[in-house]
């Protein structure tokens, strides 16, 4: 089933490349595998799926531990506080949600020495959601500078969670803002920094908005792996 699953995730995916003129390979699929368990990441990667999303650090990690022999490839795309740095540095090979800079420093800090820098996103509340986090669109720049600086660290672009609509014009909406900001943050961090290429943007919902507007990852879970249990 979640083959199945998968094949029609990226045909959702190749479809609106087709749509927007977009060459299919220009759009990752990160199936977001939070509170299900190891045995459907494992079948999933069965069927070819290599990189996974998970919110719940803790529940992560045992799933990864649990997933060793597999060469997986682990991105958090949950909040990060303070006191769960570590985990995200130590585990992790993405992290999307960065939203301070408080909090990069400690990722790069606790990053171990040996491992690769860790793939980072800052994530930017371009819709002005009051319950969404993600630094406002006017102090991005000034943010990504600084992560630019850190050595553990290598920034790759920018990801957004909007506030959920069921309207594809006012989805593509949004995910245009978001695209606009980052082609001007490309812009002006320069070509020095080649490596800032991400658009982490869309879900199961409204990935074709997104694949429309400019994403280059959507993050789907419900259409993989169906509706989520409770945790």
């Known amino acids: 089933m979640i083959g199945d699953n998968l094949q029609r995730a990226h045909a959702r995916i190749a479809a609106a490349c087709r749509a927007a003129q977009r060459d299919a390979g220009a759009v990752a699929l990160l199936a977001v595998s939070k509170t299900f368990g190891a045995d459907m990441v494992r079948e999933a990667f069965a069927a070819g799926q290599t990189a996974f999303g998970e919110n719940y650090l803790q529940e992560a990690?045992?799933?990864?531990?649990?997933?060793?022999?597999?060469?997986?490839?682990?991105?958090?795309?949950?909040?990060?506080?303070?006191?769960?740095?570590?985990?995200?540095?130590?585990?992790?090979?993405?992290?999307h949600t960065i939203d301070r800079l408080r909090i990069a420093q400690r990722l790069n800090d606790q990053r171990p020495l040996g491992m690769e820098p860790l793939q980072v996103c800052v994530q930017v509340n371009t819709d002005?959601?009051?319950?969404?986090?993600?630094?406002?669109?006017?102090?991005?720049?000034?943010?990504?500078?600084?992560?630019?600086?850190?050595?553990?660290?290598?920034?790759?672009?920018?990801?957004?969670?909007?506030?959920?609509?069921?309207?594809?014009?006012?989805?593509?909406?949004?995910?245009?803002?978001?695209?606009?900001?980052?082609?001007?943050?490309?812009?002006?961090?320069?070509?020095?920094?080649?490596?800032?290429?991400?658009?982490?943007?869309?879900?199961?919902?409204?990935?074709?908005?997104?694949?429309?507007?400019?994403?280059?990852?959507?993050?789907?879970?419900?259409?993989?792996?169906?509706?989520r249990p409770k945790r």
Not at 64 to 82: F, K, N, T, V, Y
């Open 128 to 227: 002005g959601g009051p319950t969404k986090s993600g630094v406002a669109p006017q102090e991005t720049l000034a943010l990504l500078r600084e992560v630019a600086k850190l050595p553990h660290l290598r920034l790759r672009g920018l990801m957004t969670i909007p506030e959920p609509v069921s309207d594809f014009s006012a989805q593509l909406a949004v995910h245009s803002r978001a695209k606009a900001l980052f082609d001007a943050m490309a812009a002006e961090l320069g070509p020095g920094l080649d490596c800032f290429d991400t658009l982490s943007m869309g879900m199961t919902a409204d990935l074709e908005a997104a694949v429309q507007a400019g994403s280059t990852l959507v993050r789907v879970g419900t259409a993989i792996f169906g509706g």
């Open 61 to 95: 990690v045992d799933k990864m531990a649990e997933l060793r022999d597999l060469p997986l490839q682990w991105h958090c795309i949950g909040p990060i506080q303070s006191n769960k740095t570590r985990l995200v540095a130590q585990h992790f090979d993405w992290a």
